[in-house]
């Protein structure tokens, strides 16, 4: 019997779902790092002008997919046309990839959350502090495995009371934590104003063609698009939700966040060393680099202890959204129960997730084509699947399924108000930018240029 497909309550809890999934890691560690890099408010505008457009485009293409076919990718893309099935399976693949080594993070994230609430803030401020904790072998997977069925817990739920419910607290929550922690800094910190004024003002100077080239990367990974989470959400969706409107929420919220991100860290960094102290990105900027900062500060166990559970917000709510994916694409294709299907992906992700964890520790010696494994899948999963995805996905739309299908979709809850520009984007702007990122995430990966 076809069962009923779960889905969002309302509009409030489908932006919040989605946005959930789009802050996250990216936000913290890499837009103000990016920000400080490539000219701050120049940077600031390219990402905006580029979110306004092609995110824009590509995020409604990939809502209005999943509520159009009520299917998560595999089936989404065969329902519309067999010959691209291809792009439904390799989209399906990235978060089977991503969401263990995403995991592994998130379980650093909850050992810092510890460190901190249990005074060892001054421990943590170590420079081999964080190499040393990675680099130990059961500590990490025990936090990691703990992280991963945090996760598994929210999804068995379901998509209206685990992944919207879960968002609806998180999501209000991480913003004031953010607002509070750059407040905080700004006053406690002697200098942050000089930090604010270099993040804020457009040196153009450091403009160059390399400034679009990585705000577009980065709009790319941080509305979450090419790995079949949009499609799924989208297939929640209830028809009357206008999709446009949904998108720019979703837009503001997760470049709003990335923007505090970087007037939380930024002024910090800036002040502990200055210019050079803001070449750290990543890892090493969260978890090296912060905290030394928070040792420095006044209250800054407290503070620490705050932003790690900020952490922890944005980069559950993105674990969640991938397991709900994976899970929805099986559940499309078995009718298995829910229960079983979280069970079943779980294990499976923590056994992948183990084999990361290892790369830093007892199997360090294991690389696969020069990188550590996390880096690996990393590699696999952004650099190349992503835009390969995305770029299948705007050639499909633009000249084989046509725009018009789904401008058709979008209009069934609202006015498509920004459908003509939707239409040139999707066709000839969308190709062009996806092969800029992949051509340039690849060089990256191999140290042929910097981002
Ligand atoms: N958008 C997330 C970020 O900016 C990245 C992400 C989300 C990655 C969901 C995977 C899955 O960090």
């Known amino acids: 019997m076809e069962q009923k ?87 399906a693949i990235v978060p089977v990839i991503i969401l263990p080594y995403y995991s592994v993070i998130g379980g650093w994230v909850i050992k810092y959350i510890a460190g901190f609430v249990t005074g060892q803030g001054s421990a943590m401020a170590s420079d081999t502090y964080f190499s040393s904790y990675i680099g130990s072998t059961a500590e990490p997977i025990v936090w990691f495995a703990l992280f991963m069925g945090l996760t598994a817990l929210v999804v068995i739920l379901g998509v209206d009371k685990g992944v919207e419910k879960v968002s609806k607290i998180m999501m209000p929550l991480l913003i004031v934590l953010v607002i509070f922690i750059a407040i905080y800094v700004m006053i406690a910190v002697d200098g942050a104003w000089e930090g604010v004024i270099y993040y804020i003002k457009p040196d153009f ?44 929420q979703i837009e503001i919220f997760d470049s709003g966040i990335a923007f505090l991100s970087g007037l939380m860290i930024i ?41 790690f559970i900020m952490v922890f917000f944005a980069a559950l709510t993105s674990s969640i959204s991938l397991m709900e994916t994976v899970v929805s694409t099986i559940l499309d294709k078995f009718k298995i129960n829910r229960k079983l299907c979280c069970v079943f992906v779980l294990l499976f992700s ?57 401008i058709e979709e979008v209009e069934l809850s609202s006015k498509f108000k920004a459908k003509k520009m939707f239409e040139v984007v999707i066709r000839y702007i969308a190709p062009v930018c996806i092969l800029v990122i992949l051509i340039s995430s690849v060089l990256s990966a191999f140290g042929v240029i910097k981002i």
């Open 5 to 91: 497909r779960s889905s969002f309550t309302g509009k409030i809890g489908f932006v919040l779902a989605a946005a959930g999934s789009a802050v996250g890691l990216g936000n913290i560690w890499r837009f103000p790092y990016l920000a400080a890099k490539y000219g701050g408010g120049i940077f600031l505008l390219v990402y905006i002008a580029l979110a306004l457009t092609f995110g824009f485009s590509l995020m409604v293409a990939e809502i209005a997919i999943g509520r159009k076919t009520k299917l998560s990718p595999i089936g989404a893309f065969r329902a519309l046309n067999k010959k691209f099935s291809f792009i439904g399976i390799l989209a």
């Open 205 to 248: 100077s450091k403009f160059s063609i390399m400034t679009v080239v990585a705000a577009m990367g980065q709009l790319f990974y941080s509305m979450s698009l090419a790995m079949g989470i949009m499609i799924t959400f989208g297939s929640y969706m209830k028809k009357d939700i206008s999709i446009e409107k949904s998108t720019h």
């Open 267 to 307: 002024p910090a960094v800036f002040a502990f060393g200055g210019e050079e102290a803001l070449s750290a990105s990543g890892p090493s900027l969260m978890f090296v680099t912060l905290p030394k900062i928070f040792a420095t500060m006044p209250g800054g166990s407290f503070i620490g202890a705050v932003f």
């Open 350 to 406: 923590l056994v992948l997730g183990t084999f990361s964890s290892l790369g830093y520790s007892a199997w360090s010696g294991v690389t696969l084509l020069g990188m550590q494994l996390l880096d690996f899948f990393d590699f696999i999963s952004n650099s190349i699947l992503m835009p390969i995805v995305a770029l299948a996905t705007s050639i499909f739309v633009g000249f084989f399924l046509k725009p018009k299908t789904l």
